[in-house]
């Protein structure tokens, strides 16, 4: 059984930092590439960035690169999101997600494991 827990997420002034970090167990965690995505209240879910099972390639929404980065450590079994510089349209949940395979993906039918979510709140 995988499971997917999130943390870090809060409340943050505009212009301020979170690290959101994920923690997997269930199957070997660096076999699968792994992403994050994000639901604002009354939208869409949206992908927020991917990282491949070794880390070395990373997919990023266009609109979020030079803010957000994505990182893992294959020995913690432990996925993050660095996100700077956060602004009130980045108030959402945010999701983690395990992917089937190694290579990252932006659509969400990729991924078959989900985290709950963790709350981000950045007031203005």
């Known amino acids: 059984q995988v499971q997917l827990v999130e943390s870090g997420g809060g409340l943050v002034q505009a212009g301020g930092s979170l690290r959101l970090s994920c923690a997997a167990s269930g199957r070997t965690f660096s076999n699968y590439a792994m992403g994050w995505f994000r639901q604002a209240p009354g939208k869409e879910r949206e992908f927020v960035a991917a990282i491949s099972w070794s880390g070395f390639t990373t997919l990023t929404r ?63």
């Open 62 to 124: 266009e609109s979020l690169k030079g803010r957000f980065t994505i990182s893992r450590e294959n020995a913690k079994n432990t996925v993050y999101l660095q996100m700077n510089n956060l602004k009130p349209e980045d108030t959402a949940i945010y999701v983690c997600a395990q992917d089937r395979n190694r290579a990252p993906d932006r659509g969400a039918d990729a991924y078959d494991y989900w985290g709950q979510g963790t709350q981000v709140t950045v007031s203005s």
